[in-house]
């Protein structure tokens, strides 16, 4: 499986918060941290509200896969390294747009920092 079927892109339309687990090295995956996911078409994203310092977006980096829950979705993912600026720019549009309501933590999501650490989520 590598796209994400149109019921787990209408699941994370819908859901707030995932939970992330990256790989480690030993391969056993990390303790899930909560975070928030947006999406750009049929792509989804997230990023580190403490930028690349993040500790589970360097685990994250450094192996490149994982494990996600968000709602019914409970999935092996790869991680990738998004950088595109004009990509980025519209990911930040897409966390102003679906948290708007939290608006003090918004601004930090979409900062350098916090952009410098977003990750696509490919199905694995």
């Known amino acids: 499986m590598t796209h994400w079927t149109s019921d787990q892109l209408n699941t994370v339309d819908h859901t707030g918060e995932l939970h992330i687990q990256p790989q480690r090295a030993d391969g056993r995956l990390r303790t899930p941290t909560t975070i928030w996911v947006v999406r750009d ?3 989804l ?3 580190s509200y ?3 310092d993040g500790a589970w977006f360097r685990a994250a980096k450094a ?3 994982g494990h996600i829950r968000c709602g019914s979705i409970d999935q092996d993912v790869t991680f990738t390294p998004a ?3 004009a990509l980025n720019d519209r990911i930040d549009s897409a966390y102003r747009a679906k948290y708007a309501a939290a ?3 918004v601004p930090p999501m979409t900062a350098d920092g916090a952009r ?3 990750l696509k989520l490919t199905p694995r």
């Open 63 to 65: 192996s490149g896969t």
């Open 116 to 118: 410098a650490s977003t």
């Open 103 to 105: 608006s003090a933590y």
């Open 83 to 85: 950088t595109d600026p």
């Open 50 to 52: 403490n930028g690349p």
């Open 45 to 47: 994203y997230v990023r």
């Open 41 to 43: 078409g049929d792509d």
